[in-house]
Nanobody, 125 residues
Framework: QVHLVESGGASVQYGGSLRLSCVIS????????MAWFHQAPGKDREGVAA????????LYADPVKGRFSASLDTEKNTLYLQMNSLKPEDTGLYYC??????????????????WGQGTQVTVSS
């Protein structure tokens, strides 16, 4: 059973930075494709970044390209999301997720099986 725990959410001002963490248990060989999702207040959960098993490759949704960066520390079994140049529209809950099936790269929430509890990011203007 895969277990995911996010942390690192906070309140920041426009243009600020945050790094979110997601501790992964139950995937000792880092074989699962993973992703970060954002759920703005009153909106659906949307994928912002996906990362390949082992963390060598990542892709991003258009709204965060050039501002967010996902990485995987395989020794610490921790997924990160570095968020720079934050905007008020980045406000919301952020979830990490893992999927069982290959291939990696999906930004659809329907493709992911395991979810963390979410961490809140609030960006003020």
């Amino acid at each position: 059973q895969v277990h995911l725990v996010e942390s690192g959410g906070a309140s920041v001002q426009y243009g600020g930075s945050l790094r979110l963490s997601c501790v992964i248990s139950g995937d000792p060989y880092n074989q699962l494709p993973m992703a970060w999702f954002h759920q703005a207040p009153g909106k659906d959960r949307e994928g912002v970044a996906a990362i390949s098993p082992g963390g060598a490759i990542s892709l991003y949704a258009d709204p965060v390209k050039g501002r967010f960066s996902a990485s995987l520390d395989t020794e610490k079994n921790t997924l990160y999301l570095q968020m720079n140049s934050l905007k008020p529209e980045d406000t919301g809950l952020y979830y990490c997720a893992a999927r069982i099936a290959r291939p990696w790269g999906s930004l659809s929430r329907y493709d992911y099986t395991y979810w963390g509890q979410g961490t809140q990011v609030t960006v003020s203007s």
